[in-house]
């Protein structure tokens, strides 16, 4: 009878302890997975940052263009007015 109920007292903690080990498995992968993702997201937010750099001096460049050629253009515009008033004062 003993022997029987020393059985039972194994077989319950071996499955407990099965039950226990598969939900620690589980755990795991979880774990594994989750760091992977944080990886994944880092990587992805170093790209992104790097890009925002790009079209920032991008934007910085094209701004500088921009004022290159409104000041060519108020440039022509002042001598298109400079030589209108030399012809309608000849």
Do not use: Y
């Not at 022997?3 to 099965?18: D, E, K, Q, W, Y």
């Amino acid at each position: 009878m003993r022997s029987a109920m020393v059985a039972a007292t194994i077989r319950h903690f071996s499955i407990s302890l099965g039950v226990k080990m598969e939900a620690l498995e589980k755990l795991e992968n979880k774990i594994v997975q989750a760091v992977e993702t944080i990886e994944l997201l880092r990587m992805e937010r170093q790209e992104l940052v790097e890009e925002v750099e790009a079209l920032k001096n991008e934007k910085e460049r094209l701004s500088q263009q921009q004022n290159e050629w409104e000041a060519k253009i108020t440039s022509m515009l002042e001598q298109l007015t400079t030589n209108t008033d030399v012809t309608e004062v000849s």
